[in-house]
């Protein structure tokens, strides 16, 4: 059974910077594109970022330019870095692989980790 731990949240000033970090195991990692996603409180889950085999990323418009996805095959781990932070991105993080394109992307586990909580506030 997968197993996905996200790590690396916490309080930040906007301007700041954090990394997250996601552990998967139980699962062929390299088959798979990854994912993170974000929650804020009263919103739905939205898609933040992919990442293919072979490193090629995708962002939504609102992180562009802020955050980077990159993968780590021989470690089955997926990170976030995000700078330049918005009191907008506050949110619980997590990763998924995901499956499909544009409008139709959906996650491939329907077992989700915890998260991990990210606060832009001064």
């Known amino acids: 059974q997968v197993q996905l731990v996200e790590s690396g949240g916490g309080l930040v000033q906007p301007g700041g910077s954090l990394r997250l970090s996601c552990a998967a195991s139980?699962?062929?990692?390299?088959?798979?594109?990854w994912a993170w996603y974000r929650q804020a409180p009263g919103k739905e889950r939205e898609l933040v970022a992919r990442?293919?085999?072979?490193?090629?990323?995708e962002y939504i418009d609102s992180v562009k330019g802020r955050f980077t996805i990159s993968r780590d095959d021989a470690k089955n781990t997926v990170h976030l870095q995000m700078t330049s932070l918005k009191p907008e991105d506050t949110a619980v993080y997590y990763c998924?692989?995901?499956?499909?394109?544009?409008?139709?992307?959906?996650?491939?586990?329907?077992?989700w980790g915890q998260g991990t909580q990210v606060t832009v506030s001064s």
């Open positions: 990442v293919i085999p072979g490193g090629t990323t």
């Open positions: 139980g699962t062929i990692f390299v088959i798979y594109d």
């Open positions: 998924n692989a995901v499956e499909g394109s544009g409008g139709f992307a959906r996650p491939v586990f329907s077992s």
